[in-house]
């Protein structure tokens, strides 16, 4: 079967804003076995709207819509929708409801235009949303769904994931599909596909490798298709087994966990305690072990140490060694490493030091030079890294190979 | 005039690759006054591919393509435009001596896929392309132009710059187009619109507001389309000016200028530094900070302070308010802020200290409880905010919250 989508905004047609809505859903679509048939983009014009609606509905079994549900004036979706299948607009006491719950909990005032939110077609089933304050609805015609959602990226992914995919999987008939994600860090992806080109060549045909890399880890993707579903699972999970045999070094977990999880879910499954001292990561390496919810159980806290004095004064490196060879240097990595978990009485010291750019290279220390260390009781680990000249990059790449390398540490303790 | 974007690729319908090139197209066309009226992505099917081209070409003046053009079998765009414009492949001398130029400067051999690229449809009009071996294509049609370009992003940006940005402004009359952003937090949409309402409705008719809200910084954008440029560029600096007297207290800048950046803009402006002391915000507020270029000069570090012991021993925070109060008071945010600015010796000292959430909530202070101080030689202002149950949301909002707050105490300053 077809499905396609259709993202709704004028941001998006002047280049404003990149249109990644679509692709989380057909990645979504694409994993329950629906083909994804055609994506359109469109600003908030009626007349528009209403014709790419018709087309796609003739085309398509599911049509899935995305923006314009704001609660002012240039968001027009909800309007269209009502006349295009010929409903109106009646106020829903159960959408009433959850907007003022969703307010009162920030602390809001309702006001008319979040009052008008609560009018939805009378002909459509209300998706609640509960974390904005426009609802997702679901329309069926002649057999096809089309479904109306906020363009809000993690609203949509609420809906999406507790409503709509549950949904369509109970409403289509689809042949039968399995996939597991491989969780790979420390690679990319030219150099996977060099070392897997073999066990590519010897999977079944009805077994398909996708790579999905974004910044610094890449996803494998194994996809079943067939009309077992038991003997897509058994033949996925023994090609797992395979993945694992020839790249452990690479492979970090399954089905989507985040590094940072992973990890996590290692110093808790120990009972071991974690603290970081960042220079050139400037939190971001806290900010990561921090966004895990129940983190407080295993990491004590951090010093950002970007200034030189603060190296000295808090993590207690020598300044003769700064003076000497610079504090992007082993010689200050360790000793950070080392002030951190001795400070914070921690089982692991994570320390990051280098040039994040653009500015500050030298011939000797180019922008991209980094050094990591992760110190504990069994000694210290350190690696110097060479990433690009891009400082998000720098910052990102650093982050991640300072917690894949605290993983390979946790596991040898 | 319309432009239509079309982008091809298996990758963009399976949610594998995110559309980045269609976006950077859109600002392109909007940036010279055309008005961008559909982005269609299509698989790399041959009867799709025709179909939608069509459909493009009736509706809209220009249609751009890109994607479907490398050297492997699945791609055959260039076939479908040969067929569909009524003429056939020829060999191009001048596109093979160029895709000759660049694999010799690459070291490479010169392939039979290759040799293949050399070969264009009779009728198009060749973009030469020296960033690759799939030449850019220039078709004219009853008026109507299509261009079709690789999907390689530096490859189509280099075609774009060099050869159909220039051709496309020589062959149409194009109507001016001017807008700014206008960027605001600490508010939400329903409230920013409710507020200005009647600005909205006085606005000219040739001027169009448009809120693009993300997550706690709301864009709001003002567009002006007509024959002359100076009055349009007028005539918003004008309104701009009106919404400043309107909502001073919820713009921090223009022109997609971030908190952080505006934040480190003031900060170097004045000669002033900053630290910060984060508990529930686990590093954050430093990671946007440090994200943003030379923000060395002004940000000297941080303690994230999870754990109690670390809010007594490094931020001289008293043991005993933090029994007698909790950690999320007023009492220890404000020895907190006042702890790390004296420490780290910096003219303010942010300090966070909630609860993220999902678990840790109590009656009295539900998830989302976040106390926020600055401390500054001039005193220190302190605010509870009530956020969400969402633990990245209220990691991000007490972030943006902080930013907001210490922008206000360095302007006071």
Same mark, same amino acid.
């Given at each position: ?34 083909? =994804?048939?055609? /994506? ?18 003739? @085309? ?5 819509? *995305? ?8 968001? $027009? ?28 909990? +920030? ?10 939110? #609560?009018? =939805? ?58 996939? @597991? ?13 060099? $070392? ?20 610094? /880890?890449?996803?494998? +993707?194994? *996809? ?43 110093l808790k499954e120990k009972g071991l305690t =974690?603290?970081? #001292? ?7 390496? #806290? ?11 295993y ?48 089982d ?7 040039? #994040? ?16 260390? /992760? ?13 690009? @000249? ?16 605290? @993983? ?6």
């Amino acid at each position: 079967m077809n499905a396609e989508i259709i993202t709704i905004g004028d941001e998006l047609l002047i280049g404003m804003t990149v249109d990644s809505n679509s692709t989380w859903m057909a990645n979504e679509l694409t994993a329950i076995g629906i083909n =994804v048939y055609q /994506i359109t983009s469109i600003s908030d014009s009626k007349e528009h709207i209403s014709k790419v609606i018709d087309k796609a509905l003739q @085309r398509s079994e599911l049509v899935l819509l *995305t923006g314009g549900l704001g609660p002012t004036n240039d968001d $027009i979706t909800k309007n269209v929708l009502s006349e295009y299948f010929d409903s109106e607009l009646i106020f829903n006491q159960q959408v009433f409801s959850s907007i003022e719950t969703l307010l009162n909990a +920030r602390g809001l005032q309702m006001n008319n235009n979040n009052r008008m939110q #609560a009018e =939805v077609p009378a002909c459509c089933e209300v998706l609640l949303n509960s974390k904005g304050t426009a609802p997702g609805m679901w329309f069926e015609k002649d057999g096809s769904i089309l479904v109306s959602m906020p363009g809000v990226p993690y609203e949509m992914k609420h809906l999406m994931e507790d409503h709509v995919i549950p949904k369509v999987k109970r409403y289509f008939k689809r042949p039968s599909i399995y996939y @597991r994600l491989i969780m790979t860090y420390g690679t990319f992806e030219a150099k996977l596909a060099e $070392i897997l080109a073999d066990f590519e060549k010897e999977l079944p045909e009805f077994i398909n490798l996708a790579y999905l890399p974004t910044a610094g /880890i890449i996803k494998l +993707r194994l *996809t079943g298709r067939g009309n077992k579903l038991k003997l897509l699972e058994d033949e996925i999970n023994k090609q797992i087994d395979k993945l694992y045999s020839i790249i452990p070094q690479f492979i970090y977990g399954l089905d989507n966990i985040s590094l940072e999880e992973e990890v996590g879910r290692l110093l808790k499954e120990k009972g071991l305690t =974690v603290s970081t #001292a960042e220079s050139c990561t400037g939190g971001n390496i #806290a900010r990561m072990i921090t966004s895990i919810p129940g983190s407080s159980s295993y990491f004590t806290g951090s010093i950002i140490a970007y200034d030189n004095s603060i190296k000295q004064n808090e993590l207690l490196v020598n300044e003769s060694d700064i003076a000497s060879y610079g504090a992007v240097s082993e010689q200050v990595i360790i000793q950070m490493a080392e002030g951190i978990r001795s400070k914070f009485h921690t089982d692991f010291g994570i320390a990051t030091s280098g040039i #994040a750019g653009p500015d500050g290279g030298t011939e000797d220390k180019p922008v991209g030079t980094v050094w990591i260390a /992760i110190s504990s009781a069994s000694g210290i680990l350190v690696r110097k890294f060479a990433f690009s @000249r891009y400082r998000d990059h720098n910052i990102r790449r650093s982050s991640l190979a300072a917690l894949g390398m605290l @993983r390979t540490q946790i596991i040898r303790s």
